[in-house]
């Protein structure tokens, strides 16, 4: 089975501007959930995704969004970027019993 | 909110050496899960526990949950080189779906 795939895998962009990232999960696996990483904060949970219905949210801005596709692929959505978005974004597939895999991530910096 | 702490933040061995690493929870959990995550890498699973004092075993590594359900270690016998990186615990709560709260992780260095 091909592992969860993220794209890009690094983005540039500049403060005030809005960015996509894609996660496709593992075939058969219908939740996605979305972790942001940095260095002074951990691993961060954003939301998750379970059959293109949000089940959970974390403690982010509303500039943080997501949405799943009938196919099970995700993508959140960052607007307004600001200089303390810069991270690396993990998307996980998970099976019933809660077990994650990760996709590599996506390196965003924000200037 | 939920919180994960985990002991200690660092830990430097040389090779051969035991290793163990701390997690506690702040509320009770459905499940823990223990990742690695390589330096330039993604976390990668290690193992899930379920049951109230749980132990596995995976070749040197060993693994226990609590009686309460609260808290977590982890423990490498005779540390390899390979061994490297940062080891993360991650909590389940019953109706969370499969939000992962994690632990703020154990970053292991291994000498030779």
């Known amino acids: 089975k091909a592992g969860v795939t993220q794209t890009p895998r690094y983005l540039i962009k500049t403060r005030g501007q809005q960015v996509t990232l894609s996660c496709s999960p593992i075939s058969g696996h219908r939740s996605v959930s979305w972790y942001q990483q940095t260095p002074g904060q951990g691993l961060q949970f954003l939301f998750e995704?379970?059959?293109?219905?949000?089940?959970n949210k974390g403690n982010f801005p509303g500039r943080f969004s997501g949405r799943q596709f009938s196919n099970s692929r995700s993508e959140m959505n960052v607007s307004t970027l600001e200089l303390g978005d810069s991270a690396l974004y993990l998307c996980?597939?998970?099976?019933?019993?809660?077990?994650?895999?990760f996709g590599q991530g996506t390196r965003l910096t924000v200037v | 909110g939920q919180q994960v702490m985990q002991i200690p933040q660092y830990q430097h061995v040389q090779e051969g050496e035991d290793f163990t690493t701390y997690c506690n929870s702040s509320t009770t959990l459905s499940n823990i899960q223990w990742y690695k995550q390589r330096p330039g890498g993604h976390p990668v699973f290690l193992i899930q526990l379920v049951k109230s004092g749980e132990v596995k075993k995976q070749k040197r590594l060993t693994f226990q949950f609590g009686e309460a359900k609260k808290n977590s270690s982890l423990h490498i016998t005779a540390t390899q080189t390979t061994d490297v990186g940062t080891y993360f615990c991650a909590g389940q709560r019953a109706g969370g779906g499969n939000k992962l709260t994690f632990g703020t992780g154990t970053q292991l260095k291994v000498e030779l």
């Open positions: 995704y379970f059959s293109e219905t949000q089940r």
């Open positions: 996980a597939s998970s099976t019933e019993t809660g077990r994650a895999f």
